[in-house]
């Protein structure tokens, strides 16, 4: 497509200002009456209020996103039966499906039942995950 080769009236012409009042925008030009927004090279931060402390300023600063927050992956006792491994650790519950690929860490928390023995390695387990698995006949590796 080229401009040459356009139609008439795919354009839109532009607002011709300042030309008179039976234009339509005659006199002011749309733009009021005095103040910094009529005058050429008037210009306003976002968010500026004449001078007033700004809204953004105003309001007090909340609440906080950890940039951690994907690192650790929880996993619940009864989700490590479904881990085939011999030794379960970082690699097997992703394997398994069980703990995001993103994840750099995993802590296994003392939710639902296990019944199997299992052997944890480089994994941080809660108390009383700790008790339920040893209960269980499992052991933990640090």
Avoid: W
Wanted: charged residues 30%; positive net charge; aromatic residues 2%.
């Amino acid at each position: 497509m080229k401009l040459n080769t356009l139609k008439p009236g795919s354009r839109k012409a532009p607002k011709r200002v300042g030309r008179g009042s039976s234009a339509g925008q005659g006199k002011t030009c749309g733009r009021g009456h005095k103040g910094q927004s009529a005058r050429a090279g008037g210009y306003h931060k976002v968010g500026f209020e004449g001078g007033q402390m700004p809204l953004q300023r105003r309001l007090p600063k909340i609440g906080f996103v950890s940039q951690k927050i994907g690192e650790t992956a929880e996993v619940r006792l009864h989700e490590l039966e479904r881990v085939k491994a011999a030794v379960i650790d970082l690699a097997s519950l992703k394997a398994a499906g069980i703990v995001a690929r993103e994840a750099e860490r995993a802590k296994v928390i003392a939710s639902g039942k296990i019944a199997r023995a299992v052997k944890l390695s480089g994994v941080k387990v809660t108390p009383g995950a700790r008790k339920a698995i040893e209960a269980a006949g499992g052991s933990i590796e640090e």
